[in-house]
Nanobody, 115 residues
Framework: QVQLVESGGGLVQPGGSLRLSCAAS????????MYWYRQAPGKRRELVAR???????YYADSVKGRFTISRDNAKNTVYLQMNSLKPDDTAVYYC?????????WGQGTQVTVSS
């Protein structure tokens, strides 16, 4: 069983920054790829970033150069540093991993970018 708890969302002005955190339970964390997804109102959930167990990363084109995903295996935590935020980044952000073929999701954290 894996539990994921996100935090760090909030309201920020365009051009601002936020850092999201996702704390994971379980000893499998260091071996798992970790993902951040987001879902805006009326839109499909989309992959934002991934970090593999070896630290290699992937970013959606829409966030490349602005967002940075990282992980601290000692703390079982994955982060998403979001800079130069735009109104289009407004969404609920979810942490995700897959363990033994089963997907696990956090409860989500709201990010709102507005002046």
């Amino acid at each position: 069983q894996v539990q994921l708890v996100e935090s760090g969302g909030g309201l920020v002005q365009p051009g601002g920054s936020l850092r999201l955190s996702c704390a994971a339970s379980g000893s499998i964390f260091s071996r798992n790829a970790m993902y951040w997804y987001r879902q805006a109102p009326g839109k499909r959930r989309e992959l934002v970033a991934r970090i593999n167990s070896d630290g290699t990363t992937y970013y959606a084109d829409s966030v490349k150069g602005r967002f940075t995903i990282s992980r601290d295996n000692a703390k079982n935590t994955v982060y998403l540093q979001m800079n130069s935020l735009k109104p289009d980044d407004t969404a609920v952000y979810y942490c995700n991993t897959v363990s033994y073929g089963l997907p696990y999701w956090g409860q989500g954290t709201q990010v709102t970018v507005s002046s």
